[in-house]
């Protein structure tokens, strides 16, 4: 079982930058893959970006290629999305998801990930 728990969301101008956090319960958090979602008003859920168990692999929406970083830290249970040159579209609420991996590989598939945080609302203003 895995708990996670987003924050760090907000309202913000076009062109400022956030930093999402996402805490993890349990002491084998260097088995998850973990990933980002957003969910903008009236949309799907979509993906973000994804970094595997040991963060040495990446992957990211092309929405978000070159502006947003996602990183992790297997010492405190915690991953992070850093948000640059934030757009009005990027408006949504920001989701977590944990999925076990054996290898240290990445998923874009919401389906595949087992569990989710409860978002944390990004509202980028122009």
């Known amino acids: 079982q895995v708990q996670l728990v987003e924050s760090g969301g907000g309202l913000v101008q076009v062109g400022d930058s956030l930093r999402l956090s996402c805490a993890a319960s349990?002491?084998?958090?260097?088995?998850?893959?973990m990933g980002w979602f957003r969910q903008p008003p009236g949309k799907e859920r979509e993906f973000v970006a994804a970094i595997s168990r040991t963060g040495g692999v990446t992957y990211y929406a092309d929405s978000v290629k070159g502006r947003f970083t996602i990183s992790r830290d297997n010492t405190n249970n915690t991953v992070y999305l850093q948000m640059n040159s934030l757009k009005p579209e990027d408006t949504a609420v920001y989701y977590c998801?944990?999925?076990?991996?054996?290898?240290?590989?990445?998923?874009?598939?919401?389906?595949?990930?087992?569990?989710w945080g409860q978002g944390t609302q990004v509202t980028v203003s122009s």
């Open positions: 998801a944990a999925v076990w991996s054996r290898d240290n590989v990445v998923t874009t598939r919401r389906s595949s990930y087992d569990y």
């Open positions: 349990g002491r084998t958090f260097s088995s998850w893959a």
